[in-house]
């Protein structure tokens, strides 16, 4: 059985507080590796200057560039070494890329099967000349990137990109997204050609405005202009739940100054806001603090009805006063019951650390990690787990889980450390601006499957940077399967998990008699819960079981309940429910891609092509590079990751001088790997 080859990390390895190893030449090794390795990526750290030479122009259109607009996917799916969790590297290209720069958006579209991100790359000559920095879109099992034209009444609309540059998906719909100039309110759709159509009219027109919180989870979307101490600012509140009367409408504005009375609050600072979000309650409330959005605000947030009453506006947290403790980074669950937040436990007790406040009875509810793991940093809850959260505590070296991403759990359990970012904070230039997009902030997947993060680790320089996530768990199977006899056949029928938004389809398995691995039976989309077998054998035994696909190519790695099924005389039916839950029962590897062959294009750079692997459980392929021998499937010879359906690889950083040797596994979704395939270079 074909298997990874991780490293063990020997005297020779030095593990530095940032997560990266320095690593000294092994025997047999023709070359040193480079000075500075994170996830023991040897191969793909040597390569990190070679991104500056990313080609372009003709050899791009010709190698890079799909029929239908896309560009080759720039996955790398490799474990951490520490901890073993999955992660991905989204994007690779020596620029810019990043799906926000604020902790209030995601990433995601409604079901998990999108990302957005935004980048100054370049893509090619017309949509680099157009705008420097550009939206794209990229499928959620990493492939089918694509750079987004917005198009309004049929002509290219840059502006709205200009102006909003961050991307706010639809609550509900994963196909819509909004924007905001100086004069309108947008919804745009990302498919069909992005078109884009004018929502609301925003008065009076001129004014720099932006979407700064994630939508409502009524959808209700927040508009706000830009403070200014020349005119008064106003929030705009539009409906967007398309079963609402007043759909697609306007239903609020009002200015920001509210003259408040508090003795620690400033009504001189009134007229501008630092941070603003919905608390996620079913009745659309608010939090703000007043102050410059560049700076630091007001110590001292208000919690506002959506209607902006005045008298109905109450303290929700401050520094120096109230009754609760002051939420440094909060991050509201669904439902807006419960805040996770950087700070004390109770006000005054000194416990700083990670904690979670139940807003709704006002009480401390649990400390996650204290002071000496996890005093600071940015969470993420904006999808709709509200029993588990991540958390990117700072990268200081006073925090024993600084610079990780972690798993935080209700249940109390200490959190779980799921991977090192590795990310460098930007020194910039006297009198400039921190480049914030380098901070790995954290995002929350809708079903809370995965945590996206951006990180500058492969990149050859501070300033660049890309998009990363990490696997918590696999998506839960369905509930409570059952079967019931219909004609010759047995019905099947499920009941989905409480997070099921991200998923795609439902996998039916089955073993018949005494065959000792379930295979794949048939599979149904999300909307369809039951699923017809038929016609079955008489005196046969059959045991059927469900798992959930999400989008992203993620598996189940438990089973539903298993059914057995045992088939009598005239098809009548003994069924049982034989067990409750399974793992590891598909022990059965892919089959590996065939026929690969290369196209020697120009020194270093290399066209793969190989037929697909036939399995129909495949998810990805590896590709391993050596420039001395056949490569052996450890990360330190990874080069890349190609998503089920890609059967092409344009590798432009291999040696000019040396002859090219390549490997290519299959992967399966619960991790079985084929045997590989090889191109060695006459």
């Known amino acids: 059985m074909w298997r990874r080859c991780y490293p063990v990390l020997t005297s020779l390895s030095l593990s530095l507080f940032m997560g990266y190893t320095v690593l000294f030449s092994a025997e047999g090794e023709s070359e040193s590796p480079p000075p500075v390795v994170f996830f023991n990526l040897t191969e793909a750290f040597r390569r990190l200057e ?162 700064y919180s994630y939508p409502s989870d009524n959808d209700i979307i927040m508009v706000k202009d830009r403070g200014s101490q020349e005119y008064q600012a106003c929030l705009y509140f539009f409906d967007m739940k398309k079963n609402s009367p ?62 902006g009453d005045r008298e109905k506006i109450r ?80 990268q200081v070296k006073e925090y024993s889980l600084g610079g990780k991403i972690i798993w935080a759990h209700l249940d109390g359990r200490k959190p779980d450390m799921l991977c090192t970012t590795n990310t460098k904070w930007q020194v910039p230039p006297p009198g400039e601006e921190h480049d914030y997009c380098a901070i790995a902030r954290p995002a929350q997947s809708p079903d809370g499957t995965k945590c996206f993060f951006s990180s500058t680790a492969m990149q050859p320089e501070i300033g660049a940077y890309d998009c990363y996530l990490v696997v918590a768990r696999r998506p839960a199977p369905p509930q409570e399967l059952s079967a019931v006899g219909q004609g010759k056949g047995v019905l099947l029928s499920w009941k989905p998990h409480d997070l099921s938004r991200e998923v795609k389809e439902y996998h039916v398995y089955r073993i018949v008699n005494d065959v000792n691995s379930f295979l794949l039976l048939g ?47 005239d098809y009548k039916l003994q069924i049982r429910t034989s067990l409750q839950t399974g793992q590891r029962w598909d022990n059965i590897l892919p089959e590996p891609p065939s026929r690969l062959k290369a196209i020697k294009a120009e020194p270093g750079k290399y066209f793969l092509e190989w037929e697909a692997s036939p399995s129909a459980d495949l998810r990805y392929y590896d590709i391993y590079y050596s420039p001395d021998s056949r490569p052996p499937s450890g990360q330190e010879y990874l080069i890349a990751t190609l998503p089920r359906g890609e059967t092409s690889f344009f590798d432009w950083g291999a040696r000019k001088n040396k002859k090219a040797h390549y490997a290519i596994i299959a992967v399966d979704k619960q991790d079985n790997l084929s045997e590989p395939v090889f191109y060695d270079e006459p």
């Open 246 to 307: 007043n759909y697609r409408k306007m239903i609020y504005s009002y200015p920001f100054t509210m003259d408040i009375n508090d003795p620690f609050h400033k009504k001189t600072e009134e007229w501008h806001i630092h941070d603003i979000t919905f608390r996620r309650d079913p009745g659309d409330h608010y939090v703000l603090n007043y102050g410059p959005f560049d700076k630091v605000g007001e110590p001292i947030f208000f919690d506002f009805p959506l209607d």
């Open 523 to 569: 599979t149904c989309p999300p909307e369809k819960l039951t699923y017809l077998d038929e016609p079955l054998e008489i005196d046969t035994t059959y045991y059927y079981t469900v798992t959930s696909e999400e989008f992203s190519g993620l598996e189940s790695d438990r089973l539903s309940p298993v059914i057995e099924v045992k088939v009598g005389k």
């Open 50 to 211: 070679i991104i500056k030479e990313k080609p372009r122009g003709e050899m791009f259109r010709k190698y890079l560039l799909r029929s239908d607009g896309t560009v080759q996917p720039e996955l790398l799916i490799f474990k951490d070494p520490e901890t073993g969790r999955e992660v991905w590297r989204l994007t690779h290209d020596f620029s810019r890329n990043t799906p926000h720069c604020h902790i209030n958006r995601s990433p995601w579209n409604s079901n998990g099967s999108l990302f957005a991100f935004n980048s100054d790359r370049w893509f090619s000559e017309e949509t680099s000349s157009l705008s420097p920095q550009r939206i794209f879109l990229l499928n959620a099992d990493g492939s089918g990137m694509r750079n987004l034209t917005p198009r309004l009444d049929g002509n290219p609309f840059l502006d709205i990109i200009a102006y909003a540059r961050h991307v706010v998906w639809d609550r509900d719909d994963p196909n819509l997204m909004y924007f905001v100039d100086r004069e309108w309110f947008y919804q745009a759709q990302a498919v069909n050609g992005f078109p884009v159509e004018r929502i609301g009219r925003l008065e009076p027109p001129g004014r720099r405005r932006e979407i």
């Open 315 to 394: 303290l929700s947290y401050a520094e120096k006063h109230g009754m609760r403790p002051y939420f440094s980074h909060p991050a509201w669950a669904a439902g807006g019951e419960l805040v996770a937040y950087f700070g004390e436990g109770e006000r005054g007790d000194k416990c700083f650390g990670l904690h979670v406040w139940d807003y709704k009875n006002d009480r401390h509810l649990v400390e996650l990690a204290d002071a000496a793991e996890a005093g600071g940093g940015h969470i993420a809850w904006d999808g709709y787990d509200r029993e588990n959260f991540f958390a990117s505590p700072s």
